[in-house]
């Protein structure tokens, strides 16, 4: 139990996780206010699925700009920034929605305007925990993250549910853009280091180029990030089928899709925590072959169960499993990148889950028009297991230190006392260097 909640200690870390928590139980009463309002209007799955796309394709486009922004300027002022446009956002959805006179259009139009503003939060955000905790710590305020977000999952679409029932979708809105005012009061009250600026000689395009030959040259952050772009693509958007399940097949109402929600959430938080307790030596590598198999099982068990309490345990089982495709893939990129380039290659992260699962959302989304949601989850089921035997070599490697004498701009290698030891994961095969004279230094 020490151990699983050991990132607590930090004083910056708990303010950050309290002030998150508030925040994240309004975006996903949004969320699912968003969800059910279109589906109520449209009852179109191909809707829902442009809905996704709207609200997260903007972070595939501007990802890497946001990954660039948070290593050339102070991560926690870009946070601050990012934060108070999103309460903006909020208030001008409940705006529209109380004042009536309101079509999907716009609710899309804000959708996008959200999605750009998360194209530079989401680097901010998570470069930012490190600066918050000691490095021992990090795995383990990965992993409290994942939880954090999963138990607000948990509550927040429930309360949805109750609110879209009695208050209507308007009073969801409303609550989302208050929330935002704990994060914000979060964020001043920490006591990060001082900000030192550092001098940018290079353009922004160079440090875009910079961040993908830094990935190119480790494989191990490459692998990991292409599996979990496969997944986001092909099957974490089974969340864009949930309202047809609520309303069709268990045929319920808004508060039924709030308790499906609610379940997948329940099934994550148990994912997280069980990550936030493993040793920081664990394999991680075979917990997240483990776990994808538990998602695309859950998935495949969940598709065609007609009785609502078992589909609720598969639902649980499937959001155990799809904790493994962030949090580990987080960890090992957090816990393995250079410093300098932490936003960038932290962009990339984005650009692979929240850039490629929009995608995913609208290509659901119209398959279900023709096989259906149950066969539709099926299929996302089964390409679960194809993606597993497609990265199983990756998967079934062992993880193991290495050293490289990083060089300077002269091309003199840094003194013995000043090398740079990479940590695990990095491939050492030596290979030509496109970028000779750029030197991987910690901030």
């Known amino acids: 139990m020490i151990r699983t909640f050991n990132a607590l200690h930090s004083r910056n870390y708990r303010l950050y996780v309290y002030g998150q928590f508030v925040s994240l139980i309004g975006t996903w009463m949004q969320r699912t206010a968003v969800s059910w309002v279109v589906y109520t209007l449209t009852h179109s799955s191909f809707m829902l699925g442009l809905t996704f796309f709207a609200g997260q394709f903007p972070s595939f486009v501007l990802g890497l700009f946001g990954g660039v922004v948070s290593d050339r300027y102070d991560r926690f002022r870009v946070l601050l920034f990012t934060q108070v446009a999103s309460l903006i956002q909020a208030g001008a959805l409940a705006t529209l929605i109380l004042l009536g006179h309101y079509t999907v259009w716009e609710m899309l139009m804000l959708s996008v305007m959200l999605g750009c503003i998360n194209a530079f939060d989401v680097p901010a955000r998570q470069s930012l925990v490190y600066e918050m905790v000691e490095k021992d710590q990090l795995p383990n305020a990965l992993a409290l993250n994942s939880s954090m977000v999963n138990m607000a999952r948990l509550v927040g679409p429930a309360m949805a549910g109750i609110v879209l029932e009695k208050l209507g979708a308007g009073i969801c809105f409303v609550l989302n853009a208050a929330s935002f005012i704990a994060v914000i009061s979060s964020l001043l009250r920490m006591k990060l280091k001082p900000y030192v600026p550092r001098p940018h000689n290079k353009k922004a395009l160079t440090d875009l180029k910079e961040g993908l030959t830094y990935l190119r040259q480790t494989p191990s952050i490459a692998t990991v990030i292409l599996m979990l772009a496969a997944m986001s693509l092909f099957v974490i958007p089974y ?85 493994a495709q962030t949090t580990v893939t987080n960890t090992i990129i957090q816990t393995t990148v250079e410093p300098a380039m932490r936003g960038r290659v932290i962009s990339y992260f984005a650009m692979a889950y929240f850039g490629m699962m929009p995608v995913g959302s609208l290509l659901i989304g119209t398959v279900s028009q023709y096989i259906g949601a149950q066969n539709t989850l099926l299929a996302e089921g089964i390409a679960a297991f194809i993606i597993i035997g497609i990265f199983w ?10 050293t490289e004498t990083i060089k300077t701009v002269d091309d003199s290698p840094l003194p013995a006392s000043e090398e740079l030891e990479l940590p695990p994961l990095i491939d050492t095969t030596p290979k030509q260097n496109p970028l000779k004279n750029t030197v991987w230094k910690s901030a």
């Open 393 to 402: 070599r990756y998967l079934r490697g062992k993880e193991t230190p290495a």
């Open 239 to 323: 969340a864009t089928m949930m309202p047809v399940y609520a309303k069709e097949i268990f045929k319920g109402n808004a508060s039924t899709f709030g308790y499906i929600d609610s379940f997948i959430g329940l099934g994550a938080i148990a994912g997280a925590l069980y990550l936030a307790s493993v040793a920081p030596d664990a394999d991680r590598k075979k917990i997240l072959r483990r776990n994808t198999l538990l998602f695309g099982l859950g998935l495949v068990l969940y598709s065609h169960t007609t009785w609502f309490p078992l589909a609720m345990v598969f639902a649980m089982l499937s959001g155990f499993g799809m904790m």
